[in-house]
């Protein structure tokens, strides 16, 4: 099973922040936080991931709460072409198989 | 990133046939590929995990003798879906991790559409 719980669905107004949480309350302290989004009909994209501090990089921000139960990917400006499930998975840093066990995503509409 | 592609983009097959899609990392050589099934308005659910040179490891549930993987390179993992039924219909993806990168994350191919009729 999924170790994180995403909303199902959410709006975002086109030019305006879009902020996506998701839990991990059981997360264990050598796992990563993973974003991944997949348009319609596509394969995953990577966004961005953290362990414990919070990143940011050209497409996104994520912030990890301190005790690292909870984050949230931030699209600061959010476009038409962000129109996507987005994924939020935890994964060891090192393991055998590495293996990503998908939850069931936010739907984010971006609205013109 | 790295690119990982996915061949063909889409098939149509007759039930009962044997439809194979490939999967390869072009940019960098995978040890490990991954394969999984994804239907309409699902989240995408994990097959097995390919390993170069060795046997596949498959989920619980997914059935072994139907779905043949064979990842003979390091750069080129295949999916085999044997005696195909419509139930078999669905969207599958690939990835591959690229141990050049820590903490190893996965690059996904475009994906696979399987309609059996």
């Known amino acids: 099973d999924a170790k994180t719980t995403q909303p199902t669905s959410m709006d975002c107004a086109e030019g305006r922040a879009a902020n996506l949480p998701c839990n991990h309350s059981t997360i264990s302290g050598n796992e990563y936080v993973y974003w991944y989004r997949q348009i319609h009909s596509q394969g995953p994209q990577y966004i961005i991931h953290g362990l414990k501090n919070n990143e940011t990089n050209e497409m996104a921000s994520l912030i990890i709460t301190e005790d690292r139960k909870s984050s949230t990917l931030i699209l600061p400006h959010a476009t038409l072409r962000d129109t996507a499930v987005y994924y939020c998975?935890?994964?060891?840093?090192?393991?055998?198989?590495?293996?990503?066990?998908f939850g069931t995503g936010t739907r984010l509409k971006v609205l013109a | 990133g790295a690119v990982v592609s996915q061949h063909p983009s889409r098939v149509i097959c007759k039930s009962g046939t044997s439809v194979k899609i490939e999967c390869r990392s072009l940019?960098?050589?995978?040890?490990?590929m991954f394969w999984y099934r994804q239907f309409p308005k699902q989240s995408l659910m994990l097959m097995a995990t390919s390993n170069e040179g060795s046997k596949a490891t498959y989920e619980q549930g997914v059935e072994k003798d139907k779905f043949l993987i064979n990842h003979a390179s390091l750069t080129l993992s295949t999916l085999t879906v044997t005696s195909a039924h419509p139930e078999d219909s669905s969207f599958y993806i690939c990835?591959?991790?690229?141990?050049?990168?820590?903490?190893?994350?996965?690059?996904f191919g475009p994906g696979t559409r399987l309609t059996v009729t």
């Open positions: 990835s591959a991790r690229d141990p050049r990168e820590k903490p190893y994350e996965q690059y």
């Open positions: 998975i935890v994964r060891p840093a090192t393991s055998g198989t590495y293996k990503y066990i």
């Open positions: 940019d960098f050589q995978a040890t490990t």
